[in-house]
């Protein structure tokens, strides 16, 4: 079973950064896309970011310019570098990636992590 983990958030002041990680652990997988999303209190979730194996990006319009997606294939690993952080960037942001394994194509959630941006 393929597990995602994230580490990283945490508590800043607008104008702010934060990096998240985003980390695959398990056996016998590879990972197609990759992106984050997030989950403003009272608000449905969004995607904010993907990343394709080959290294294809896309943003949500209200972070480009400031957040910036990048992998690691050999670690299997995902980031979000965000900077220029503003309070309505708060939210629970959450991994998503699409796993290839020898039973077929998975599609795997991290557990989230809080990001607080207020002064």
């Known amino acids: 079973q393929v597990r995602l983990v994230e580490s990283g958030g945490g508590l800043v002041q607008p104008g702010g950064s934060l990096r998240l990680s985003c980390a695959a652990s398990?056996?016998?997988?590879?990972?197609?896309?990759m992106s984050w999303y997030r989950q403003p209190p009272g608000k449905q979730r969004e995607a904010v970011a993907s990343i394709s194996r080959g290294g294809s990006t896309n943003y949500v319009d209200s972070v480009k310019g400031r957040f910036t997606i990048s992998r690691d294939n050999a670690e299997n690993t995902v980031y979000l570098q965000m900077n220029s952080l503003k309070p309505e960037d708060t939210a629970v942001y959450y991994c998503?990636?699409?796993?290839?394994?020898?039973?077929?194509?998975?599609?795997?959630w991290g557990q989230g992590t809080q990001v607080t941006v207020s002064s």
């Open positions: 398990g056996s016998g997988f590879s990972i197609n896309a």
């Open positions: 998503y990636a699409v796993i290839s394994t020898g039973l077929g194509v998975r599609y795997t």
